[in-house]
């Protein structure tokens, strides 16, 4: 599905019990091939600064449910600075986009310091954005959000099967490769999120796989669960 020249995939979440992890864990890894880049079963790390800003609307703005919504992400992967990700999610009702764009690691330090001057010559559309979010509109770090995530794919539809897992928020730093940032878990223990994530449809070997109708869908957001962790309790430096 396009809209506004965006290419839109359907996003279904749920939380989901022990039991019920494992049960999915092994219809899933019989049928579906393990994301390439997990470093063994359990998956990969994500861990995720997350801009926003003055006036929180990137917090509020799901909190209040407002159909068209954006957010602000820099994304690394298992702690390495090998691969550093600008990413922009964009939500329209149950649909989502996801965008991307490779900064190098001088970049990443100067945004964490408010230098939005480092992307001024951007040529990539998204990298421009950014420029005029932090310049012009004052959006600055707000949280680190890290989780374990266990992907699956399936090549029809492009469909994503993902359980994320240890979703925590960070507590004393705004640098991802802070050597002693301190994490607090969020969910309750053994606690996971399951997404599945497709294009047009959902295949039907895929839904006989999952049953998605058997589990209670939830509107969840890892930025708004680390957020309220950090405003209710923690006071960055």
């Given at each position: ?26 219809r ?8 390439g880049?997990s ?9 995720s ?9 990137s ?84 949280v ?14 492009d ?14 730093t ?33 839904r ?30």
């Open positions: 599905m396009q809209f506004m020249g965006r290419k839109l995939r359907h996003e279904l979440k749920y939380y989901i019990h022990p039991h019920e992890y494992v049960q999915l864990r092994q899933v890894s019989a049928m579906l091939n393990l994301d880049n470093e063994d079963k359990e998956g990969y790390s994500i861990r600064l997350y801009f926003d800003g003055p006036h929180e609307h917090l509020y703005d799901k909190v209040n449910g407002i159909f068209s919504r954006q957010k602000y992400r820099i994304r690394i992967y298992n702690g390495s600075d090998g691969v550093i990700k600008l990413e922009r999610k964009s939500k329209y009702g149950d649909y989502i986009c996801k965008e991307a764009a490779p900064l190098h690691r001088e970049q990443y330090e100067r945004l964490l310091a408010g230098e939005g001057s480092v992307l001024k010559d951007a040529t990539v559309p998204l990298l421009k954005d950014f420029y005029f979010a932090v310049e012009q509109r004052g959006f600055r770090p707000a680190i959000v890290d989780y374990t995530r266990e992907a699956y794919i399936y090549e029809h539809g469909v994503r099967v993902t359980f994320d897992k240890k979703l925590a928020a960070g507590i004393n705004l640098d991802l490769f802070d050597p002693g940032l301190a994490l607090v878990e969020v969910l309750e223990p053994g606690k996971t999120i399951m997404e599945i994530k497709f294009n047009e449809y959902l295949p039907e070997a895929v006989q796989l999952m049953q998605p109708q058997h589990h209670a869908r939830s509107a969840i957001s890892k930025y708004v669960l680390c957020r309220e962790i950090g405003m209710r309790h923690y006071t960055y430096k």
